[in-house]
């Protein structure tokens, strides 16, 4: 195993730091394995003929920048195993921060939640886990993000209803939730030039970006269908982009929202805002 380690490291150094590289040897040792880290260490084997060729297939994704969870196929949120392709954005960390926000707020029984712009499913499949007997509803324009979507909610033993919902153009309004969460688009165009050029190439930029003269596009939407379909005192939760926190606030307070807070992310930055529907 530490020629198999050496190997990696000496083949990507040209291409990633040192602790970037790190992470990649675990990832790529227990997905090859199929052992957690550690164990696979302690076997002390080194990898058959058939491991290496998947290992030279991976080594040359990563010397392009493709995402090591597209290369995998899948990643871990909130301690769970979702599964990620080139139709989904990969869950970030702030996201697992606005996941547990959620549930340390919302600790009644039978809550009905609505994940707007799901994506892979993580957000949804999260709450369906660990909401106590909760109903959960989640809406994407993207079928290739909601066969993945229904597929992670599968893995995961969890109940969640997947609809091809475009929030820009007409939604269902029969049916009235508990909690809305959405982590939409939010990136400027202008901040693409700042952005890793893994992200740029490979994930979806019609998850990430809006244009800077209408930044806060669809979080007025999602707002004003919070206010069609959320109930009296319900929750809306946001993942935002850290320039626009004293914006959103404001927006939401416009609404007639109450109770709006706007919480930071472990790095200190503006990264979430709750808002209650006026009862």
Wanted: with cysteine; glycine share 6%.
């Amino acid at each position: 195993m530490r020629k198999t380690i050496s190997y990696i490291n000496n083949s990507l150094k040209a291409y990633y730091p040192e602790s970037e590289i790190s992470g990649f040897v675990r990832i790529i040792t227990e997905h090859i394995t199929n052992r957690p880290y550690p164990r696979a260490l302690l076997a002390a084997e080194e990898f058959t003929a058939e491991q290496n060729g998947k290992l030279e297939q991976i080594l040359d994704r990563l010397k392009t920048f493709e995402p090591i969870q597209y290369i995998i196929g899948d990643t871990e949120f909130f301690g769970l195993s979702i599964l990620v392709n080139k139709a989904t954005l990969i869950p970030r960390p702030e996201t697992e921060e606005l996941v547990e926000l959620i549930i340390n707020e919302n600790m009644a029984s039978g809550l009905k939640a609505l994940d707007i712009g799901t994506g892979s499913g993580a957000i949804a499949v999260a709450l369906a886990k660990y909401l106590h007997d909760s109903t959960v509803s989640a809406w994407d324009f993207s079928q290739g993000a909601l066969d993945i979507a229904k597929q992670n909610a599968e893995r995961n033993s969890v109940s969640v209803e997947f609809s091809d919902i475009d929030v820009l153009a007409s939604y269902p309004t029969n049916t009235n939730y508990d909690i809305i969460v959405s982590n939409p688009p939010y990136v400027l165009e202008s901040e693409k030039q700042a952005m890793e050029q893994n992200v740029l190439a490979y994930e979806p930029h019609s998850a990430l970006f809006v244009p800077d003269d209408n930044a806060l596009l669809f979080y007025e939407r999602i707002a004003d269908i919070a206010l069609a379909v959320l109930n009296q005192g319900g929750k809306l939760y946001f993942e935002i982009n850290q320039a626009k926190g004293q914006e959103m606030v404001s927006l939401l307070k416009g609404k007639g929202f109450v109770n709006v807070s706007l919480f930071q992310d472990l790095c200190k930055r503006d990264r979430m805002v709750r808002a209650v529907k006026q009862g």
